[in-house]
C-alpha cells in the first residue's frame, strides 16, 4: 500500500514522514482537520526503483522529475485523489519527510508546499517536485548543518483538501519572542496561509496569557492576500478597511487559544500550528513540535543574554546614555554590557551608598540600559570610609596593577598576523578582561561617589541652596583631559614661536596640514613630536565607548586639528588654568567662614581635602580604563578583522565591527561566510542612531523616578519650560549670552566658532577641545558629577546640564543667555531662516 487516508492510517507508522504522522495524530483525537491521505515513504522507494535511478543528491533530483509512474502506483495514488477531490474542490500538496518537523532536526521550510492543485496531471508532477526536494542542495546543506544521517529517501507526501480561507495564521504555543511558557502568540492575516509562512505579509500579532485569556495585539499593514483561481494562487493588495482593523475578534482569539492548549496537551510540548478560518469554521491545517526551543534559549540565554526581549520592556529600565552615548556597534556591546552588568552588580553590593543595586544591564535598539532595585540606603562603612584619604593613590595603584600590563599585550597583538587559533584566543582574553576592567572601574568609582555624597551633606548644613559652588571649590586640579589639553596648548606655542609653522596652520585646513608638514626639516620634527605625544595621549576615540571610529593614536589630524585651534583663539592655557585655582581658593576659604563650630570646619575640611585629591578620579579613570581599553583594544579586533577578511567571512576588516561576539568566535572556528548580515547591522545602527531614545521603558513609581535622578539626573523634561524658558541642573555659575551651536557628533567640531553657546546631548574628553572656545555650554544628559559639569567648572564657563529638551527646542543661532547659577536658559531671540 502506497496511500493512506488519515482516518485510517496508524499513527506511529513512519512511512507518512513526520507532516503526515502529525496529521495523522490531530485527526485521530478529534481536531478539526481537513480530510486527506499520506503518499507513503515507499512510494518514493518504489518509484526509484521501477526508474532504476541513482546518483547523487543533484542528479536525483533531476532525475525524479524525468521519471515516469508505474501503471500500478499511478493508479492507486490518483484513486486517492480523485476520491478526495469528490469533497473539495482543489487539494494542497506537501512534502512530509521523515526527518522534517521531528524533535532536533525541524527542517520547516526546507521542503516544498503546493496550493489549488485539481488536475491528475498537476496531482502527479507535484509529488515527483515533492520526491525531488529531498535531494534538492538546500536540504543537503541543511541535513549536513543539522548532522543528519538519513541516507534513506524516506520522503513522504502530503495530500489535503484545500481550505479557501478567509483569515489564515501561525500559533506559537511558547511565546517565541520572551520563551515565555505563559504565552501563546498568534499571527494572522487574510486569505491562504502561505502569505504568512513565506513573510509576504506584515500580519495582526496577538499575545494570549493561556490562564486568564488576556490579549494584547498589535496590528499589522497585512499588505496583501493569496487566494485561488482557476488555476494556481493569485494575490491582490488589501483595502483601506482590511488594514485598518484586526483580522480576528476577541471571541475567535480566545477559541484559537484554547485549540492550542488542546493541541500542547496531546504533545506534551510546545507546538506551532497552522490554521485557517472559511465560511466561519476554524480548520487546523498543520502542527508540529517546536524543535528549535531549546536551541533559542541556548541562544537567549548564552549568546544574546544582553539583549532586551519585549518581556523585559515592560519592566522600568534607565537608558545609560549619560555615561555611554548609543547606539553602539554589535561587538563593542557583546564585550561592554556584560561588563557592566557584572561590574555594576559587584560594585552596589559592595558600596551600596547610593540606596539601589543593578539587577541587570541590556541591550535595546543599540542603546544600554540598567534595571535597577531600590535597597536601604546605607552610610559609607567604615572600610569604604578608610578608603577617603587614599583614592587617587589608590586609582592608580589598581591602573598599574592591572590594566598596563593588559595594554602592553594589546600592543603586542595589534602587530601581529594571527592564525585562527591565536586570534580566537585574544578574543576570548579581551572578553575576560572587559569583565575584570569593569568590575574595578566601578570599584574605583563608587567609593568616590560615597565620599561626594558625605560631602554634599556636610555642605547642605551650611548652605542649603547653591551646591553648584561646592563643585567649583573642587576645580582647578589638573587631570589626565586637562594635562592633554595643556600639552596640545604647549605644541601650540611652539607653532606661533615658528613663522614658517605658524604660516602652514594659518594658511592651510586641518585635514592638509600632515602631508604640508612633511614637505619642510621642520615641519617633519614638529610631526615628529606630534607623534610622541599621542603615543602617551593618543587613546581616545573620535566616537567614545565604541570601537567604531578612529583613534587619535591612528590619525594625526585630530590633534592637529586641536593644535590648530589653539594657534588661531590664542588661548593662554597656563593663565586660565591660574585663574581657576585662584577662584577655587576664594570660593573656599569664603565658604570656611560661614562655618562657626570650629569642630565642624575641621571635620569639613578635612573631607574635603579628601575629595580635592581625588577629584582626578572621575578624568583619570576614563582616560586609563574607558577610552584606553576600547581604543587599544580596536586596533587589536582589527587584526582579527583582518584574518576573518581573508577567510572570505566579512569584506573589510572593520566589518567586524557589525558581527556579535559569539559570531566572532564561531567564524574563528568554523568560517562562513557573513557579509551580508554586517551590511544589515550596519544600516541598522544607522537607523537606530535616527531615532530619539527614550530616557527610559516602562511605568515608573515616582519612588523609581526618584532613584534614577539620583543616578543620572533629570530624565525628565522641566514642567516650568516654557516658549521662552528651559531649566536643567546648575552645573557651573555664572551668566553669559551668545548664539547656539548645536553640534552632534565629532564629525561636526568644524562648525563650532569662538564665542559660541555649545548645545549638545552629552560630553566626553573628546569635545574638550570645544570648551576653550565657548560662551557656555547647555546638555541634554547629564549631572553635576558628569564630564560636561567638570570642565565647564575648570573653563569657567556657565552650564547647564540635564535639560532632557535643549536640542529639540533650541536652533542654530537662536541667541540665549545660560543662568549656570540658577540652571535658567533664556532664549532671548530667535534665529531667522
Not at 800 to 818: N, S
Request: glycine share 6%.
Amino acid at each position: 500500500m502506497y496511500s493512506v487516508l488519515f482516518n485510517k492510517a496508524e499513527e506511529s507508522s513512519r512511512l507518512a514522514g513526520a507532516k503526515g504522522m502529525n496529521l495523522i495524530k490531530l485527526r485521530k483525537n478529534g481536531l478539526p482537520v481537513p480530510d486527506g491521505f499520506v503518499i507513503q515513504t515507499n512510494a518514493l522507494t518504489r518509484f526509484i526503483e521501477d526508474n532504476q535511478l541513482q546518483g547523487g543528491d543533484e542528479q536525483m533530483g533531476r532525475a525524479i522529475m524525468n521519471g515516469t509512474f508505474s501503471k500500478e502506483l499511478k493508479d492507486e495514488l490518483t484513486a486517492s485523489f480523485y476520491e478526495l477531490r469528490e469533497s473539495y474542490a482543489s487539494a494542497a500538496v506537501r512534502s512530509s519527510s521523515a526527518s522534517e518537523d521531528l524533535e532536533g532536526a525541524s527542517f520547516a521550510g526546507q521542503y516544498e508546499t503546493y496550493l489549488n492543485i485539481k488536475t491528475e496531471e498537476e496531482f502527479l508532477g507535484k509529488v515527483k517536485e515533492c520526491w525531488a526536494s529531498f535531494f534538492s542542495a538546500r536540504v543537503s546543506r541543511y541535513k549536513e548543518k543539522m548532522q543528519n544521517d538519513i541516507t534513506e529517501p524516506l520522503m513522504g507526501v502530503v495530500v489535503q483538501g484545500l481550505i479557501e480561507s478567509e483569515v489564515s495564521g501561525v500559533i506559537f504555543s511558547r511565546n517565541p519572542l520572551t520563551h515565555d511558557d505563559r504565552e501563546l502568540m498568534i499571527s494572522a492575516s487574510y486569505g491562504l496561509g502561505e502569505a504568512i509562512v513565506s513573510g509576504s505579509v506584515t500580519p495582526d500579532t496577538y499575545i494570549v496569557n493561556k490562564e486568564t485569556f488576556q490579549i494584547e495585539k498589535e496590528i499589522g499593514l497585512k499588505e496583501m492576500f493569496m487566494f485561488s483561481q482557476a488555476e494556481g494562487v493569485a494575490e491582490k493588495e488589501t483595502s483601506t478597511d482590511m488594514r485598518s482593523r484586526f483580522c480576528l475578534d476577541d471571541e475567535r482569539v480566545k477559541e484559537l487559544a484554547e485549540l492550542t492548549k488542546k493541541t500542547e496537551a496531546l504533545y506534551g510540548y510546545p507546538v506551532d500550528l497552522e490554521f485557517g478560518i472559511a465560511e466561519n469554521k476554524l480548520y487546523l491545517l498543520q502542527a508540529r513540535p517546536i524543535t528549535t526551543i531549546e536551541q533559542d534559549q541556548k541562544a537567549a540565554d548564552e549568546k544574546r543574554e544582553f539583549m532586551m526581549t519585549p518581556l523585559d520592556q515592560k519592566d522600568f529600565w534607565l537608558n545609560m546614555e549619560a555615561n555611554i552615548e548609543g547606539p553602539v556597534s554589535p561587538l563593542f556591546a557583546s564585550l561592554i554590557v556584560p561588563a557592566l552588568e557584572y561590574g555594576l552588580q559587584q560594585s552596589t553590593k559592595t558600596f551600596p551608598v547610593m540606596g539601589v543595586e543593578i539587577e541587570r544591564v541590556k541591550l535595546h535598539q543599540g542603546r544600554i540600559f540598567s534595571k535597577q532595585k531600590k535597597i536601604a540606603e546605607q552610610p559609607p562603612s567604615e572600610q569604604t570610609e578608610a578608603l577617603f584619604p587614599v583614592l587617587a593613590e589608590r586609582m592608580y595603584d589598581i591602573i598599574n596593577e592591572t590594566f598596563l600590563p593588559f595594554y602592553k599585550g594589546l600592543d603586542e597583538l595589534a602587530h601581529v598576523t594571527h592564525t585562527p587559533e591565536s586570534a580566537l584566543d585574544a578574543f576570548q582574553k579581551l572578553k575576560a578582561f572587559y569583565l575584570k576592567g569593569y568590575e574595578e572601574h566601578f570599584n574605583i568609582i563608587f567609593p568616590q561617589v560615597a565620599l561626594n555624597m558625605k560631602l554634599e551633606a556636610m555642605y547642605g548644613q551650611i548652605e542649603e541652596e547653591n551646591s553648584t559652588l561646592l563643585y567649583e571649590m573642587l576645580a582647578g586640579v589638573m587631570n589626565k583631559s586637562l594635562e592633554t589639553d595643556r600639552h596640545l596648548w604647549l605644541l601650540a606655542r611652539e607653532v606661533n614661536n615658528s613663522p614658517a609653522l605658524r604660516h602652514v596652520f594659518s594658511t592651510y585646513h586641518a585635514d592638509e596640514l600632515p602631508q604640508t608638514l612633511l614637505q619642510s626639516e621642520e615641519g617633519k620634527r614638529f610631526l615628529q613630536q606630534v607623534g610622541h605625544f599621542l603615543e602617551e595621549y593618543g587613546w581616545r576615540s573620535v566616537k567614545s565607548h565604541d570601537l567604531i571610529e578612529e583613534t587619535w593614536a591612528e590619525n594625526p589630524y585630530f590633534a592637529l586639528s586641536n593644535i590648530q585651534n589653539y594657534v588661531r583663539s590664542g588661548y593662554d592655557f597656563d593663565s586660565e588654568f591660574g585663574k581657576t585655582i585662584e577662584k577655587r581658593k576664594q570660593l573656599y576659604a569664603s565658604f570656611l567662614e560661614k562655618i562657626e563650630d570650629d569642630g565642624f570646619r575641621k571635620t569639613f575640611d578635612r573631607y574635603y581635602q579628601w575629595t580635592l585629591s581625588s577629584s582626578v578620579v572621575k578624568d583619570d579613570h576614563h582616560f586609563y580604563i574607558d577610552a584606553m581599553l576600547d581604543a587599544k583594544a580596536r586596533l587589536c579586533l582589527l587584526k582579527i578583522g583582518e584574518l576573518l577578511k581573508e577567510q572570505g567571512v566579512i569584506d573589510h576588516r572593520e566589518d567586524i565591527w557589525y558581527l556579535y561576539g559569539d559570531e566572532v568566535e564561531e567564524a574563528l572556528t568554523s568560517p562562513e561566510p557573513m557579509q551580508e548580515k554586517a551590511a544589515e547591522r550596519k544600516q541598522l545602527l544607522r537607523d537606530y542612531q535616527l531615532l530619539e531614545a527614550p530616557a527610559y521603558l516602562g511605568t515608573p513609581t515616582a519612588e523609581q523616578l526618584q532613584v534614577a535622578e539620583q543616578i543620572t539626573g533629570s530624565i525628565t523634561e522641566d514642567e516650568k519650560n516654557t516658549e521662552h524658558h528651559i531649566y536643567g541642573l546648575a552645573a557651573s555659575s555664572g551668566i553669559a549670552s551668545g548664539p547656539v551651536k548645536i553640534i552632534r557628533d565629532a564629525g561636526e567640531f568644524s562648525r563650532f566658532s569662538s564665542g559660541d553657546v555649545l548645545v549638545c546631548k552629552m560630553t566626553t574628553p573628546l569635545w574638550t577641545s570645544l570648551f576653550q572656545d565657548a560662551k557656555a555650554v547647555i546638555t541634554d544628559t547629564g549631572g553635576i558629577l558628569s564630564h560636561a559639569a567638570i570642565i565647564a567648572r575648570e573653563y569657567g564657563l556657565p552650564a547647564v546640564l540635564g535639560t532632557r529638551a535643549a536640542t529639540d527646542r533650541l536652533k542654530d543661532g537662536d541667541i540665549v543667555t545660560v543662568d549656570g547659577t540658577s540652571g535658567k536658559i533664556t532664549i532671548v531671540k530667535r534665529a531667522s531662516y
